[in-house]
C-alpha cells in the first residue's frame, strides 16, 4: 500500500525529471574509465603493507573518541547519554565502596 | 578412489577463478541498469549530481568483484542494496541529515518503478497526463519544476494568491496522481 507522502515525493521526484532538468545521463563511457584506472593501478607490494603494520598505534584513551563524541553531540543519539551517566554512577559508587565512606552507600538505597 | 580425493576435486572446482568480464558486457551491464540505480538514487534524496557520483561509485565497487549473473531482478536489488549503503555511510560521514525518510522513499520508488521498469513508464504516463491538464495548471507546474520558482513569485506570474497557488498546486498532484494510476492499470490490463 502506497501512502500519499510517498505518491506525492515520486510525483515531486519525476516532474523534477520532467519538466527540469534533472534527466539521468549516460554515465558508461565515465563508469567505464574509472574502472580502467582502477583495475590499471599497482598492487601494493607487500614490503609496504609491512612497513605500514610496523607502524607503532597510539595507546587507546578509556574515553570516547573525537567522532564518537561527534556522533553522540550530532546524530540524535543522546539517548545513550542516561546509559553512560547510570554507568558513571555505578562506577562511584564502586570507588567509594572501597573507602571509609561505604557505610553510607547502604543509605543511599 | 580415496573419498577425500573427491571432496577435494570438488572444491578445487567450485573455487575456481570466474573468468573476467569483457568490456562489452560490462558496458551492456552498466547500460542496462544505470537509469534505475540513478533513478533509485534520486528518490532517495540524492541531488542530480550526487546521484551521478553514487551511481559510478556502486558500480566501481560492484565491477571489483567478479561478475555474477544474478538474473535482472537480482542485479537490480543488489546494486540498489549497494547504493543505499554507500549514501547512508556519505550522509554519516558528512553528518547530512535526509530530506526523506528512508520508508517513505523506498515506498515512492515501488510505487514509480512498477516490476522490472526502470520508471520510464511511469515518467511516459506523467508526459500524457500534463498533456490532459489545465493550461493554468501546466504553467505553474512549469514555473515550479522548470524555472524552480518559489510559490509567492509563480502567484505573482499568474497572479494568485500564496494559497491560490498551493491549492492549485494540491489539486494539480492529486490529478496527477490518480491520471497515473489509471495509465498504468490500463497498460497493465
Not at chain 2, 154 to 166: E, N
Not at chain 2, 168 to 174: E, G, V
Request: with cysteine; charged share 25%; hydrophobic share 40%.
Amino acid at each position: 500500500m502506497t501512502t500519499p507522502e510517498a505518491q506525492d515525493h515520486a510525483l515531486h521526484i519525476l516532474l523534477e525529471e520532467r519538466l527540469g532538468e534533472h534527466a539521468p545521463s549516460d554515465l558508461t563511457a565515465r563508469i567505464l574509465a574509472a574502472h580502467q584506472v582502477r583495475s590499471n593501478a599497482p598492487e601494493p607490494q607487500p614490503h609496504q603493507e609491512k612497513r605500514r603494520s610496523r607502524r607503532r598505534r597510539p595507546a587507546p584513551s578509556p574515553l570516547p573518541d573525537r567522532r564518537s563524541r561527534r556522533a553522540l553531540a550530532t546524530a540524535g543519539r543522546w539517548l545513550l547519554l542516561p546509559l553512560l551517566i547510570a554507568l558513571a554512577l555505578v562506577g562511584c559508587a564502586l570507588a567509594i565502596g572501597s573507602t571509609g565512606a561505604a557505610p553510607f552507600i547502604y543509605t543511599m538505597f | 578412489m580415496h573419498p577425500n580425493r573427491a571432496v577435494a576435486d570438488s572444491i578445487s572446482v567450485t573455487t575456481a577463478p570466474v573468468p573476467t568480464a569483457t568490456l562489452g558486457s560490462l558496458e551492456t551491464f552498466i547500460r542496462q541498469h544505470q537509469t534505475h540505480l540513478w533513478r533509485y538514487l534520486r528518490f532517495l534524496g540524492c541531488d542530480p549530481a550526487q546521484a551521478d557520483d553514487l551511481t559510478q561509485e556502486t558500480f566501481l565497487k560492484v565491477l571489483d568483484k567478479p561478475l555474477a549473473d544474478f538474473g535482472g531482478g537480482g542485479a537490480r536489488a543488489y546494486l540498489c542494496r549497494t547504493a543505499k549503503n554507500a549514501l547512508l555511510k556519505w550522509r554519516e560521514r558528512d553528518q547530512r541529515l535526509a530530506r526523506v525518510d528512508l520508508a517513505t522513499a523506498e515506498m515512492a520508488f515501488a510505487w514509480a518503478c512498477v516490476e522490472g521498469d526502470d520508471g520510464t513508464r511511469t515518467l511516459d504516463a506523467l508526459g500524457q497526463c500534463l498533456d490532459e491538464l489545465a493550461p493554468s495548471a501546466q504553467q505553474a507546474l512549469q514555473l515550479r519544476y522548470g524555472e524552480e520558482l518559489q510559490r509567492g513569485e509563480i502567484g505573482a506570474r499568474l497572479g494568485l494568491g500564496d494559497h491560490g497557488v498551493k491549492s492549485l498546486l494540491q489539486r494539480t498532484y492529486a490529478r496527477l496522481r490518480a491520471c497515473i494510476e489509471r495509465r498504468l492499470r490500463h497498460d497493465d490490463a
